[in-house]
């Protein structure tokens, strides 16, 4: 997976972000109103549990058996005269859709959100060669107006505030200066992008799913964009990772059920459409991709992260991301999904550890990706590798053996327990260091260890 920006440590860059109080606290309730919004969603469905064990059992006996599904679907696309094309890395991606718009001299092109073409660096692969690259979801369409990448894998946008698009679009696109209203900026932006629909040679999109017994792939968009840049122009291109292959059209209905509600809480996205060959006198491509998934495949672990569907449910519920933004991660895809995928090529190795460990990623996952097993199994991988993000070298090797040390740990912590209860919080908050910033200390319980109170409650019963 690929990493964007310089190699800047997840906590320094997050230490940036919070130095914004007011921004941190809005951006956290932001995503909490979708973690709402979900559970909402997610307990008008009584069989949720049941959707949630079939969409993770379809996803893992997929994985299990890609070789196979991957061939009926290329078959299946040939029958339904769709051109299928295979790509082991992001250049051979974009040299094989680069290849495609040359030939039919292709200068405009509207794009629908694409993580996968983002992960490849397409846009400004195919800018550099003259074509016209327009990103029309709104969101994406607003951070490439804003020249950043997407800070979220859903909502691509959510870092900037009403005011800030409005600025944006009246120097981007020309609309009336200061204005905030969320109607008005949409109905500016659909004006805009109406205009690139109609002048674009080829559309292009990202895949949800790629059934293979149907040799069909099904996109899901709440705006309709996809279906506006595949239907107009002649050519149409739909690049997804190799991890997006189901079996059957009951697998795609039972995840389908599942993403929308998982992402923002709808009951399902507002346009679902599955392509299953061209239009008359026109052309469909599908590009199969792998950028090191099989690499990360080898590892039984590891892989169950590629059962992701990428609604972003695991985003929008853990507290490192939402009070440390997307763009703290150092990676294309942020969050915990983000660090269960790119932890392996991360220079700064830090990106492991913006994780509490708290397990709300993996509860609320609608595939049941073991997220913080697997993000605990990418610390260990570092760790043994001796490659500790800086700082934590230094000392863990000697809070390793503290805490395997029965007496020196039992002596530490009654020493911490009487410290808290007769000093003043003032002086022993400095010692917890960036732990005590925004938090206050423990009261020390009155019952002293847990091993006493054990002993003295339980042991005997």
Known sequence: MALIGGIESHASAAEKFNRDVDRVNWHDKALWNLRHKRDLAAESQPEWEDLKQLGSEYKLHTLANLKHYLTEFEANCKKN?????WAKDG???NEIVHSILAKHNVKNLVKSKS????????????????IDVIDTDLGERIIQLNEQPPSHI???AIH???????ELFHRKIGSEKGASCPTYLTKQARAHLRQ????????LTGVNMAVASEGAVAIATNEGNADMGVNLPK??????????????????????RTLARNATGQPITSYTTFYKGPKEGGEMHVVLVDNGRTKLFQDELLAEAYKCIRCGGCLNTCPVYRRSSGFSYNALIPGPIGIAVSAGDDETHSLAWACSLCGSCTQVCPTKVPLDKIIFKWRRIHSEQGKLPYGKNGYMPWVGKFMANETMLNLGM????????ILPDALMKPFGMDWTKHRELPKAPKTGSFEAWFKKNRENK
Request: hydrophobic fraction near 45%.
């Open 115 to 130: 993580m996968l073409t983002e992960e490849c660096h397409l846009n400004p692969y195919l800018i550099e060669r003259g």
């Open 235 to 256: 050519v149409q291109i739909h690049c997804m990772g190799i991890d997006k292959i189901v079996p059957n059209m009951d697998a795609a209905s039972v995840l389908s």
């Open 414 to 421: 009654a020493s911490a327990r009487t410290a808290l209860r």
């Open 81 to 85: 005269g769709i051109v299928v094309h």
């Open 196 to 203: 690139k629909f109609l002048e674009a040679d080829a559309g």
């Open 91 to 93: 250049k051979e991606h």
């Open 160 to 166: 900037l505030k009403k005011e800030e698009v409005g």
């Open 154 to 156: 859903v909502v691509p």
